[in-house]
């Protein structure tokens, strides 16, 4: 990873050790997220993966981060420590000690992901800092939906708190925390799957400093930022000099929303700025510059350096602005409840750029925005008073990926958040709905001479007869993926009734009762010209359902037998 000169014999023996211990810290953090995994009550954490675990020195810099997790909170929790050191003095902090947040400017962008970080001792002195984040099931307020006009009606607001002193929680918070959940035990017990994560990673490390015979970090840190640092420089010597620009146009809430960021390559980091993107919104679709950063950088590093390690000596090379006020830098109190509307779609619009730059190289648009269904049902949500269970339930899903330039896109899968999809029987375990369909959406890949992934279709009913509500936070409905360099666009999402209403995009609304919810994903971008597909992955495509003769013939214009 080093590009520097070879060093004599006992310097390379010396960085031999470090790469091994680097090489340990990381299994220490992934160990830390599986136990965080293992242990939470959420779907989010337990099926899909919504969490971030990491490492951090005494500076608060990110040295290690697990590879389970999102890049949403990995990226935008690597800064929220700094926000817990500045509030709690590293010099105060004791063993057993605990800290929380879901502040979205100091956390990771909204309500629903809870911050945990915790002090971690060896031998009686403090050598690092760990914490982790997930996603709970509910926060209260309106519930998992953009309506909210401020942050205020999202749901409990828990600045920077002791959660924990000497091992004792701290019952008065947990109390707070109950009273305004609408699943008072899906996250409590979430809660404390945090807290016993890091404490994971506190006993692993320890371990490992053990073994090794070092009493700090001090060297191994400093080994893990310059190297990461040096790595990066390197990847970004070998791009041009200059300044690209992407735009992309998103559906929005109540209308269209414009993305512009202006990529500027300089000879030792890269520049990202959103100046010209549309202003803040009125609704929750607005993200903070925390969660703005997160996926800007992780879309960068995919494509710029993508086998370097996530730490702080990568994200420091990569430099985000945006003017305040934008839906990318929305300030307090906005509304951010949706701000993964907005923070999913960044990775494209740096493509559009990067694209200019290193032509071949760079995927079609892909559907980006998660397509979750929040449901819910409970007294007075769906304007009805009656015996139905009441619930909340996020169930992960997603529509096709764009086309990549010498592969077809992936089907159903999400990029870039890289959440787990909820297997349907999990869903129907611990809410009272029934998935009556889920299967690929025909045709909702983009033409190319690489084909866009596929969206899915996805039919959904309360069990018992009873309406429930969905919180739709959906783009790619009016404005489709795009293809590249000749590729069609891929398929428009849409959400209905099975009786054929059509339902809006984002917003709660309600499926009256024994009405199902019928979702359709998109699908990917393709890549390269349609023409030029090899006839043989076009008669596949028919042969398994995933393209049409009809569309085969009009895209391609090849009949399959």
């Keep these: 990873m080093s590009t520097s000169p070879k060093s004599p014999a006992k310097s390379s023996l010396g960085d031999i050790r470090l790469q091994v211990m680097w090489n340990r810290l990381l299994s220490v953090v992934e160990e830390q997220a599986r136990a965080l995994v293992r242990t939470a009550f959420s779907t989010s954490a337990r099926e899909a993966g919504d969490i971030s675990a990491g490492v951090f020195d005494l500076e608060g810099r990110m040295l290690a981060q697990a590879v389970t997790g999102t890049p949403g909170h990995v990226n935008s929790m690597a800064r929220s420590v700094i926000h817990f050191i500045r509030e709690f003095p590293v010099e105060t902090m004791k063993p057993g000690d605990a800290y929380v947040t879901n502040d979205p400017w100091k956390g990771t962008g909204h309500l629903y992901d809870i911050v945990v970080t915790s002090p971690a001792f060896h031998n009686g002195k403090l050598v690092a800092l760990f914490s982790c984040t997930t996603h709970v099931v509910d926060i209260g307020g309106l519930g998992q939906s953009p309506d909210g006009r401020q942050v205020f009606h999202e749901g409990l607001f828990l600045p920077l708190l002791p959660l924990m002193r000497e091992g004792v929680i701290d019952e008065s918070v947990m109390r707070i925390v109950r009273a305004n959940v609408r699943e008072p035990v899906q996250v409590e017990g979430d809660i404390h799957a945090l807290i016993g994560c890091n404490g994971i990673g506190e006993k692993r490390l320890s371990d490992m400093m053990a073994e090794h015979g070092i009493d700090n970090l001090d060297e191994l840190g400093t080994h893990i930022i310059e190297k990461s640092r040096a790595g990066m420089i390197a990847a970004i010597s070998k791009l041009p000099r200059g300044t690209w620009k992407g735009h992309m146009r998103i559906d929005g809430y109540d209308a269209p929303i414009d993305l512009h960021a202006a990529v500027t390559i300089h000879a030792d980091h890269i520049a990202v700025d959103y100046a010209g993107t549309s202003g803040s919104s009125i609704y929750g679709i607005n993200s903070p510059m925390c969660y703005t950063e997160a996926y800007t950088a992780f879309g960068i590093k995919c494509v710029v350096a993508p086998t370097i390690p996530n730490n702080a000596g990568t994200l420091d090379s990569i430099l985000v602005t945006a003017p305040e006020n934008t839906i990318v ?133 309360h069990r018992e007869g009873a309406p429930f509500g969905i919180f739709a936070t959906f783009e790619r409905v009016k404005y489709p993926a795009r293809g590249r360099d000749g590729g069609k666009a891929g398929g428009n999402g849409r959400l209905s009734l099975a009786s054929g209403q059509e339902l809006k995009a984002k917003g709660f609304q309600t499926i009256p009762a024994g009405e199902r919810l019928v979702v359709e994903m998109p699908g990917g971008g393709g890549y390269g010209d349609p023409a030029k597909r090899d006839p043989e992955a076009v008669k596949r495509d028919i042969r398994l359902g995933l393209v049409s003769k009809e569309a085969a013939k009009a895209a391609y214009g090849i009949e399959g037998n």
């Design 329 to 461: 830098n929305a300030l307090y109190p906005a509304a951010v409840n949706a701000r993964s509307t907005i923070g999913h779609m960044l990775p494209d619009v740096c493509f559009d750029a990067l694209h200019q730059v290193i032509p071949g190289q760079v995927p079609a648009e892909g559907t980006s925005n998660l397509w979750n269904l929040k449901l819910g049902a409970g007294h007075g949500m769906t304007g009805t008073i009656g015996n139905s269970r009441p619930f909340m339930v996020t169930t992960f899903h997603s529509g096709g990926t764009g086309a990549r330039p010498t592969l077809d896109g992936l089907s159903a899968t999400p990029f870039p958040s890289g959440v787990r999809n909820v297997p349907v029987e999990i869903t129907e375990t611990i809410a009272p709905v029934v998935v009556w369909k889920k299967e690929y959406r025909q045709d909702s890949g983009g033409a190319g001479e690489q084909r866009g992934g596929l969206g899915q279709v996805m039919e959904v009913e």
